[in-house]
């Protein structure tokens, strides 16, 4: 006899699972998932993966003392290249330790919680979630991809310049090691964080095309135009059996849900309305959107001091860099230094940090953007001409909601992570670099 084989079991847990072992190999992730059961939490704490952790952040302040001490023996560079060296070398070592002890601590609570929401969600309105996740685990996986190819092939690069050279090399490989360690856990951080900041997205964008379906039962999946919107009624004659079956099976969920994790199954709430099912519909959209409210502030809670640290840390290593590259260039006649730089040129490095900036804002406005739309989409449903008082009173509840309760992002409460802040940055950046390129001309700091 054959074994039957088992059919693979798509989630959110299975899709970040890559992601995650990586984050696990650098230091960032601290847990293990366990199988799928509904009354534990997936997430558990790793012991080996704490002292791992503990391990590696010791190595990298261990390895920063001793390049510390003997900048000096760096060969074939000036002791302005010295200098810019150690400041990138602090700087990264810095974000990367206290990024790896900030997940140490507090990661996998908050990861608990988040992953839970975003099941419950799934679970209940996302009818075609399969796919996504799939397409969600497609996505990661090429992105992780990605990151190892790029940086392999850099640090390749540099690894063969340093090799070529005379000299104490011992030194050049340890710093090579722990730079390239340090920027990759800066990396990965940020790529964590847009991941999660957009599969928000992509759960807001999921409850704007079905709060229409599920309070006034029209088929979605049709397009629509704001005049579509705004003039027709909610007597519509024209339903698919695939939206009422959707409305039906989502309530039914809803209410197992409810009666399971809340203790309050909604059975008798609306009993002397004249559309119980309707407002039921809408009430757990609400529930649904305050759902994702939640999980916006933990994201912001769990990555929060991180962005802080990954923003400040990418803004000094742009000033440092472009004004180590600035006056290399301006100065490279007189110059007899072999070796520059650990990458191909410091505008490289200065792309990257400008990407990493751009994929934090980029996202978090998305997301912004999309909650937006759900107020657009109410203010709209409100100018439907309806009969039931309760309805249009629980639409007044929901705009009011999403009034109070908007999807935002900051560091910390330092600033708020959008596009509306990339002009401060552009500008306190472009500020600061022509302070420091002429203190350097006055002074030859570097």
């Known amino acids: 006899m054959t074994k039957p084989s088992k059919k693979r079991v798509y989630d959110i847990y299975s899709v970040i699972n890559p992601l995650y072992l990586l984050s696990k190999i650098c230091g960032l992730s601290s847990v293990i998932i366990t199988p799928k059961n509904f009354n534990q939490e997936r997430i558990k704490t790793s012991l080996f993966g704490v002292i791992y952790t503990i391990f590696l952040i010791s190595a990298i302040v261990i390895t920063d003392i001793c390049i510390t001490v003997k900048y000096d023996e760096?060969?074939?560079?000036?002791?302005?290249?010295?200098?810019?060296?150690?400041?990138?070398?602090?700087?990264?070592?810095?974000?990367?330790?206290?990024?790896?002890?900030?997940s140490l601590m507090h990661h996998r609570k908050l990861m608990n919680a988040i992953l839970f929401k975003i099941t419950v969600f799934d679970e209940l309105l996302n009818w075609r979630f399969v796919s996504t996740l799939r397409r969600n685990g497609r996505c990661i996986f090429i992105q992780i991809l990605f990151l190892i190819l790029f940086f392999m092939c850099v640090f390749l690069v540099d690894y063969l310049t340093v090799t070529n050279g005379e000299g104490n090399l011992c030194i050049w490989k340890i710093f090579l090691i722990s730079s390239y360690l340090c920027n990759f856990i800066r990396v990965l951080t940020v790529t964590q964080y847009v991941n999660f900041v957009l599969l928000l997205k992509q759960k807001l964008q999921t409850l704007n095309n079905s709060i229409f379906l599920l309070t006034n039962s029209v088929n979605i999946g049709t397009e629509y135009n704001n005049q579509d919107i705004l003039f027709k009624t909610t007597n519509f004659s024209e339903?698919?059996?695939?939206?009422?079956n959707f409305a039906e099976n989502f309530k039914e969920k809803f209410q197992f849900w409810c009666k399971t994790y809340m203790h309050n199954g909604f059975k008798h709430a609306f009993k002397f309305s004249?559309?119980?099912?309707?407002?039921?519909?809408?009430?757990?959209?609400?529930?649904?959107?305050?759902?994702?409210?939640?999980?916006?502030?933990?994201?912001?809670?769990?990555?929060?001091?991180?962005?802080?640290?990954?923003?400040?840390?990418?803004?000094?290593?742009?000033?440092?860099?472009?004004?180590?590259?600035?006056?290399?260039?301006?100065s490279h006649d007189e110059s007899k230094e072999t070796y520059t730089l650990p990458v191909f040129n410091p505008l490289l490095w200065a792309a990257i940090l400008f990407i990493m900036q751009i994929c934090p804002m980029a996202s978090c406005s998305a997301a912004s953007n999309e909650s937006e739309n759900t107020v657009i989409l109410i203010q709209k449903m409100l100018?439907?001409?309806?009969?039931?008082?309760?309805?249009?009173?629980?639409?007044?509840?929901?705009?009011?909601?999403?009034?109070?309760?908007?999807?935002?992002?900051?560091?910390?409460?330092?600033?708020?992570?959008?596009?509306?802040?990339?002009?401060?940055?552009?500008?306190?950046?472009?500020?600061?670099?022509?302070?420091?390129?002429?203190?350097?001309?006055?002074?030859?700091?570097?």
């Open 74 to 102: 760096l060969p074939n560079v000036g002791d302005r290249t010295r200098g810019v060296f150690l400041l990138e070398l602090v700087t990264n070592s810095t974000v990367a330790v206290l990024g790896m002890g900030v």
């Open 274 to 330: 004249q559309n119980p099912d309707r407002l039921l519909r809408l009430r757990a959209s609400r529930i649904l959107y305050d759902l994702l409210t939640d999980t916006c502030h933990m994201i912001n809670s769990m990555y929060g001091f991180q962005m802080l640290i990954c923003t400040t840390g990418n803004f000094i290593l742009t000033i440092i860099i472009l004004s180590y590259g600035i006056k290399s260039l301006l």
């Open 239 to 244: 339903t698919s059996q695939l939206n009422i």
């Open 383 to 446: 100018l439907f001409p309806e009969n039931d008082p309760e309805i249009v009173a629980e639409f007044q509840l929901f705009l009011q909601q999403l009034k109070t309760r908007n999807i935002q992002f900051s560091a910390m409460g330092f600033f708020n992570i959008n596009y509306k802040n990339l002009g401060t940055f552009v500008g306190g950046g472009v500020t600061l670099l022509l302070m420091v390129l002429q203190f350097q001309k006055v002074n030859n700091l570097f």
